[in-house]
């Protein structure tokens, strides 16, 4: 029970962009702005920047069973409040409350795998999270929609989820210590960050950025591919089952090739750039650079919190994680400036003009992980 408890939280992580398909309808019922509507999912992500970075403050004061079930009454309180209202300034209100929340339970919610359980277990069970997060934001945004019919506002509804994770939570998972030692003696007795941490917060934030560009432009490269009435939503739908099924599979994968996953996730991301950046209208070739790029973070964010559970151990750990759960949210927020930069420098309004820089962006990457993995990571040869 103590392992499903803990995979379940991770149901919930992702839910901020379950009630994107009734947006234009709360837009439309509240008379708002289309940047208004757009606030309803850059909002939690604002607060779980702050609330993320903030954690570990909390941790130490209330521990970390009190900071993840805290964090899941959040996301219950903040989530469902628009069922309750219409007022816009509550309803964003509440989206920074569950914004907050999500953000308390994340580093945590990591630290219970890191600290509960072995080298073999952890990477079983980082790839069942991964699983766990996309079939969450598949059903709920499946319910959300569902409830639609009663209106716009019993969309939110399925947050309510988090009371009852809540609940198993506080029964089920003990309070949990993290002085243990970090494996291999490698941790700075002097307390001091690893100095991979901080390089790998930029890498995070390439990889993020390249992602979410891909994601972003994808249904108006299909349009523009195949035409106006084209629906590209059972294609998207595709993609978070192959992230399912290859995170289902991490613990295997592994175990064969280690840290050498690195190397591999890369690589398909740059494969995916590329694929797009040549599509040219081809509709197979764009899918496929669709698909391939939003597989390949499957392998590449647990191997970093693994690795990062192997170098660190304590508040040195938790603020690692920190920083590393940050770092995404600040992609976010930089992508828009960001792909407007890169249409200007290639001198084209073509939306797929932005995705040759951005595959030799990851390139460079690329290229510095392998100069600095011994030099800098320290680790073994599997690296």
Known sequence: MLKIVILAIAFIFISPPIINGVLPAIRDTLNLTQAQSEMFLTIPSIAMLFSILASNIII??????????????????????PVFTSNFTLIIIGR?????????????????????????ERATLMGYRG???????????????????????????????????????????????EDAPAENGEHDKRDKMP?????????????????????????????????????????????????MIVASQFGRIYAKFGRNLIYIGLSWIITAALLISFSNGNLIVLVAGFWIGGVAPVFIFPLIIMTISKRTSGKQQRLALSFIMAAPHISVFL?????????????????????????????????????????VFKVEATY
């Open 60 to 81: 130490e004061k209330i521990g970390l069973k009190k900071t993840t079930f805290s964090g899941l009454l959040l996301i219950g309180l903040g989530g469902t409040l």
């Open 131 to 177: 699983t766990v997060e996309q079939i969450g934001r598949s059903l709920l945004t499946l319910t959300a929609g569902l409830l639609f019919v009663f209106g716009w506002n019993f969309s939110f509804v399925p947050y309510g989820i988090a009371f009852i994770l809540a609940i198993l939570f506080y029964i089920f998972i003990p309070e949990v210590t």
């Open 335 to 375: 992508m828009t400036p960001t792909m407007e930069l890169l249409q200007t420098i290639v001198g084209s309004s073509e939306l797929a003009a932005p995705y040759p820089i951005l595959a030799i962006i990851v390139v460079l990457t690329l290229i510095g992980v392998m100069a600095l993995r011994k030099r």
């Open 195 to 243: 100095l991979f941490v901080y390089l790998t917060i930029p890498f995070i934030m390439v990889i993020v950025l390249a992602g979410a560009a891909i994601d972003i432009r994808f249904p108006a490269l299909a349009t523009e591919a195949v035409g106006d009435t084209f629906n590209s939503s059972p294609i998207i739908a595709v993609k978070p089952i192959l992230g």
């Open 96 to 120: 920074f409350i569950l914004g907050c929340g999500l953000g308390l339970m994340s580093t945590p919610g990591i630290a219970y795998i890191n600290v509960l359980f072995d080298e073999k």
